[in-house]
């Protein structure tokens, strides 16, 4: 069974779960257990951090007890906190898996590019004060594109066997105070976007000018880059596959954000 699940990671300690059960995973998996009548293990498509939110992340379980699909929504949604939802349940063969039939991930970084902090986008959005040019971090981020060594944006304890990903799409849009990063790659690194994103404000910033990027980038030094950025902005906005699984697709929408941002 493959499930769709959208969550506001600010109240979790990320998707994996942990021994106190603060893990949307092992929330996901007590709710699915009660459908269940028996323990139910989950593999999910992206593995995310604390704080950071999912709008299509993918998962799969096996289960040899059979339930309408209406149980695996409604019902698993009923033994969910408010903060987590199934957005729907699809039964898929053997084959499926939800990480490794991924041909791609899509991110989006929400920024709030203004004075003063957010307050009722709190833990929704990233903030950073100063104002930040657009023209100069897109110039920048065209630089990611193509399949590169991203050891520079890294995680030190992240456990990817390979740091080479490709990056298909970095798209940079600004809505009113609100900048949004768009990343599209076969994969991301443990930290990948939050890094890519720090770096970038360095540029718009006026800190280091676009070609910046480049040498951080061919050098592979996670030192070079800028600090890892707030997780708040971050949002794991769609898992896709190639077509012969017919996965329904998960809403895209932002909170208080239009819809249009996720295009």
Same mark, same amino acid.
């Given at each position: 069974?493959?499930?769709?699940?959208?969550?506001?990671? +600010?109240?979790?300690? %990320? *998707?994996?779960?942990?021994?106190?059960?603060?893990?949307?995973?092992?929330?996901?998996?007590?709710?699915?257990?009660?459908?269940? %009548?028996?323990?139910?293990?989950?593999?999910?498509?992206?593995?995310?951090?604390? %704080?950071?939110?999912?709008?299509?992340?993918? @998962?799969?379980?096996?289960?040899?007890?059979?339930?309408?699909? +209406?149980?695996?929504?409604?019902?698993?949604?009923?033994?969910?906190?408010?903060?987590?939802?199934?957005? *729907?349940?699809?039964? @898929?063969?053997?084959?499926?898996?939800? =990480?490794?039939?991924?041909?791609?991930?899509?991110? &989006?970084?929400?920024?709030?590019?203004?004075?003063?902090?957010?307050? /009722?986008?709190?833990?929704?959005?990233?903030?950073? #004060?100063?104002?930040?040019?657009?023209?100069?971090? !897109?110039?920048?981020?065209?630089?990611?594109?193509?399949? #590169?060594?991203?050891?520079?944006?890294? /995680?030190?304890?992240?456990?990817?066997?390979?740091?080479?990903?490709?990056?298909?799409?970095? +798209?940079?849009?600004?809505?009113?105070?609100?900048?949004?990063?768009?990343?599209?790659?076969?994969?991301?690194? #443990?930290?990948?976007?939050?890094?890519? @994103?720090?770096?970038?404000?360095?540029?718009?910033?006026?800190?280091? $000018?676009?070609? *910046?990027?480049?040498?951080?980038? &061919? $050098? !592979?030094? &996670?030192?070079?880059?800028?600090?890892?950025?707030?997780?708040? %902005?971050?949002?794991? /906005?769609?898992?896709?596959?190639?077509? =012969? *699984?017919?996965?329904?697709?998960?809403?895209?929408?932002?909170? =208080?954000?239009?819809?249009?941002?996720? &295009?």
């Amino acid at each position: 069974m493959a499930l769709g699940i959208e969550y506001d990671g +600010s109240g979790f300690c %990320g *998707w994996q779960t942990q021994s106190g059960g603060c893990a949307v995973q092992d929330r996901l998996e007590q709710a699915c257990a009660g459908i269940a %009548g028996m323990p139910v293990k989950t593999i999910c498509a992206g593995r995310t951090d604390a %704080g950071v939110h999912a709008l299509g992340q993918v @998962v799969h379980f096996d289960c040899p007890v059979e339930r309408p699909l +209406s149980a695996w929504v409604r019902g698993v949604n009923a033994l969910l906190p408010p903060a987590m939802a199934v957005t *729907w349940a699809q039964p @898929v063969d053997e084959e499926f898996h939800a =990480r490794f039939s991924a041909r791609a991930r899509v991110y &989006r970084y929400v920024l709030l590019n203004a004075p003063v902090r957010p307050a /009722a986008d709190h833990g929704r959005v990233g903030w950073f #004060h100063q104002p930040l040019d657009v023209a100069r971090m !897109r110039e920048a981020a065209a630089m990611l594109t193509g399949e #590169h060594d991203f050891s520079a944006f890294r /995680a030190a304890e992240c456990q990817a066997q390979s740091p080479v990903r490709t990056m298909h799409e970095v +798209s940079i849009v600004q809505s009113g105070p609100y900048v949004i990063f768009g990343f599209r790659a076969n994969a991301f690194l #443990h930290h990948m976007v939050r890094n890519l @994103v720090g770096s970038l404000v360095y540029v718009g910033k006026g800190k280091h $000018d676009p070609q *910046w990027l480049a040498g951080v980038l &061919r $050098d !592979r030094d &996670r030192a070079q880059a800028a600090p890892t950025f707030d997780a708040s %902005g971050l949002y794991l /906005a769609r898992v896709e596959y190639e077509s =012969r *699984w017919i996965l329904p697709e998960s809403r895209a929408e932002l909170p =208080r954000l239009a819809c249009e941002i996720l &295009r």
